[in-house]
Nanobody
Framework: QVHLEESGGGLVQAGGSLRVSCVAS????????MGWFRQAPGKEREFVAA????????WYADSVKGRFTIFGANAKNTVYLQMNSLKPEDAAVYFC?????????????????WGQGTQVTVSS
C-alpha cells in the first residue's frame, strides 16, 4: 500500500527558511514524478514544484522560482522542498504527491497518490 507522509511544516517569519519532507513507501517510485502542491484556505490546490526520482528534471511554479528547491534522496525514499525567503503568501498546507512519469507535472489530478499535508505558516 502506497503511503506518502509529509513532515517539517511549522511557523516561520517572513524572509525565513523551512524544509518540508515527504517519505514515500509501499512501492518502487523510480518511474514516478514527485510533486509538492499547496492549498491555502478558500483557494484551490496549486502546483509548487516537482522532480523525477533521477533528479534529471524539475519543475517550479513561477511564484517560487529562485526561492524554493525540490530534491530527492533516493536511498531514503524521501523528497524535500527547501523553502527560502518565505513570504506570507506562501502560507498553506503543503501536500506531497506521486504520479507516473509522463504526466503533466503541474496538474494535481494527474497524480495518483497524495499525503495528508503539513501546515506552513509565515508571519509578517
Amino acid at each position: 500500500q502506497v503511503h506518502l507522509e509529509e513532515s517539517g511544516g511549522g511557523l516561520v517569519q517572513a524572509g525565513g527558511s523551512l524544509r518540508v519532507s515527504c517519505v514515500a513507501s509501499g512501492r518502487t517510485f523510480s518511474t514516478y514524478i514527485m510533486g509538492w502542491f499547496r492549498q491555502a484556505p478558500g483557494k484551490e490546490r496549486e502546483f509548487v514544484a516537482a522532480v523525477t526520482w533521477s533528479g534529471g528534471s524539475t519543475w517550479y511554479a513561477d511564484s517560487v522560482k529562485g526561492r524554493f528547491t525540490i530534491f530527492g534522496a533516493n536511498a531514503k525514499n524521501t523528497v524535500y522542498l527547501q523553502m527560502n525567503s518565505l513570504k506570507p503568501e506562501d502560507a498553506a498546507v503543503y501536500f506531497c504527491a506521486a504520479g507516473r512519469l509522463g504526466i503533466r507535472a503541474t496538474t494535481p489530478s494527474n497524480y495518483s497518490y497524495w499525503g495528508q499535508g503539513t501546515q506552513v505558516t509565515v508571519s509578517s
